[in-house]
């Protein structure tokens, strides 16, 4: 979006909205045989890595839109390197959901600009393929959700487990009941965070349209920390290293859940635990060390980070879900699942199996069938991010109802279900 047109945003975006009742379901999108059109917003590191997948499984990038003039150039030549044909370049994502051909999205912008796009390439037809964490709050998920499931879009969220068979079968070992009362559930990640240092702010890098870069969130001077990658350790754009990283485990660990209790009785009742910035005294806002515990009432999920080391990491694993029975104990990550009996015996196990999320995806779109990180799944995931973050935001214990998504009377919490919008950039209403 050019940052001459900041101030037509809502003028424009509501052109976008009417287009939504016209286009409907996408007659395309239902030959079993044709090539996919898609656009990708933002293509800087996800994005490209998801939009080059789609590419191989089938799909061709018609318009590739981002603010940075040099990822344009350098990610969409690696886009045309890859389909045999340049895409269209665009800074104004809403080009592509006014264009007709296109029949789906792939966003991987940073979180705080997740909802937007989605919101409204569901109200111009288009199906989405969003990256983790579908939300940068519990109210914008909901939105996310209730909008797919109004204009019957397949939104794809990019929790890629859901799509790789070991991780499957593993799930079905644990509700198969073999592991016997499943009563404590464990997700962690140990990683190295290295320092980003304490940079000054400086002026804004030519080509980049940074007002709408910033978009929803607080008009801040441009500082290269809070700008590629490195946006996800503070509070205005990402959702800490739950939502980035423990996402994942964390999404295995309540599919877990999902197939022990029902995916209607997968969120808990109560999180406390423990979060800081134990090591570096850098510019990042998010904790490098965390302990969090979600109370379901029958089992425990714990929550465990390391961003200052890697050293004897859980279960022998830098990154995994760990289920505790009665009678054996799953440990599964991305090398494969074992299982360990009572007298530490070793059970089954299995080695990595593929997978391909953005093949999913089409195929989905082609069928209309929900896929394998649908949207409501997604969400699900993302609100156990949103919970912990909550937790560590007011340094203190939450009890939250699962079945109305609330916390009650206790307003400091209920507070943080939503955040304020830096107008125009404000959420389009489903």
């Known amino acids: 979006m050019k940052a001459q047109n900041?101030?037509?945003?809502?003028?424009?975006?509501?052109?976008?909205?009417?287009?939504?009742?016209?286009?409907?379901?996408?007659?395309?999108?239902?030959g079993a045989n044709d090539k996919i059109v898609l656009a990708l917003i933002g293509g800087n590191n996800q994005g490209r890595?998801?939009?080059?997948?789609?590419?191989?499984?089938?799909?061709?990038?018609?318009?590739?839109?981002?603010?940075?003039?040099a990822v344009l150039s350098k990610t969409g030549a690696d886009l045309a390197k890859a389909q045999g044909k340049d895409p269209i370049p665009e800074k104004d994502f809403r080009r592509g959901l006014e264009d007709k051909d296109i029949e789906g999205v792939i966003i991987a912008t940073p979180d705080h600009w997740h909802a937007i796009p989605t919101l409204l390439a569901c109200q111009a037809g288009k199906d989405v393929y969003i990256e983790k964490p579908l939300s940068h709050t519990i109210h914008e998920g909901q939105l996310?959700?209730?909008?797919?499931?109004?204009?019957?879009?397949?939104?794809?969220?990019?929790?890629?487990?859901?799509?790789?068979?070991?991780?499957?079968?593993?799930?079905?070992?644990?509700?198969?009941?073999?592991?016997?009362?499943?009563c404590l559930i464990k997700a962690w990640m140990c990683q190295v965070r290295g320092s980003i240092g304490n940079p000054?702010?400086?002026?804004?890098?030519?080509?980049?349209?940074?007002?709408?870069?910033?978009?929803?969130?607080?008009?801040?001077?441009?500082?290269?920390?809070?700008?590629?990658?490195?946006?996800?350790?503070?509070?205005?754009?990402?959702?800490?290293?739950?939502?980035?990283?423990?996402?994942?485990?964390?999404?295995?660990?309540?599919?877990?859940?999902?197939?022990?209790?029902?995916?209607?009785?997968?969120?808990?009742?109560?999180?406390?635990?423990?979060?800081?910035?134990?090591?570096l005294k850098d510019a990042k806002e998010v904790p490098d060390t965390q302990v969090m515990t979600y109370d379901y009432g029958d089992l425990a999920l714990v929550w465990e980070l390391r961003s200052f080391g890697d050293t004897l990491p859980l279960e022998g694993t830098a990154a995994g879900t760990a289920f505790y029975g009665t009678e054996?104990?799953?440990?599964?990550?991305?090398?494969?699942?074992?299982v360990h009996s009572k007298k530490g015996e070793p059970g089954p196990s299995a080695k990595a199996s593929g997978g391909s999320h953005t093949k999913n995806f089409l195929e989905c779109m082609k069928s209309r069938q929900r896929p394998n990180a649908d949207v409501e799944l997604g969400r699900l995931s993302t609100t156990l991010c949103h919970l912990g973050n909550i937790c560590t935001r007011l340094q203190r214990a939450v009890r939250f109802d699962p079945k109305t998504e609330s916390f009650g009377d206790d307003k400091e919490a209920t507070a943080l279900l939503t955040k304020e919008y830096r107008a125009p950039f404000t959420l389009p209403k489903v």
């Open 200 to 279: 000054p702010d400086s002026p804004v890098p030519p080509g980049v349209d940074y007002d709408t870069w910033l978009g929803p969130a607080p008009k801040r001077p441009f500082n290269r920390n809070r700008f590629h990658y490195n946006w996800r350790f503070f509070w205005d754009y990402g959702n800490t290293e739950l939502g980035n990283q423990g996402v994942h485990m964390l999404d295995v660990a309540l599919w877990g859940i999902q197939a022990l209790r029902g995916v209607e009785n997968c969120l808990p009742k109560q999180v406390s635990g423990s979060s800081g910035m134990y090591w």
């Open 6 to 30: 900041r101030r037509t945003f809502l003028k424009t975006t509501g052109t976008v909205l009417a287009a939504g009742g016209v286009v409907g379901l996408n007659p395309a999108a239902l």
């Open 328 to 338: 054996a104990a799953l440990i599964v990550d991305g090398s494969g699942w074992k």
């Open 49 to 69: 890595g998801v939009a080059l997948s789609a590419i191989k499984d089938g799909a061709e990038i018609k318009t590739f839109c981002d603010l940075d003039d």
């Open 144 to 182: 996310m959700r209730d909008a797919a499931r109004k204009f019957n879009r397949v939104v794809q969220v990019g929790t890629q487990r859901r799509s790789t068979e070991h991780f499957r079968n593993a799930v079905e070992y644990v509700a198969s009941g073999k592991l016997g009362k499943v």
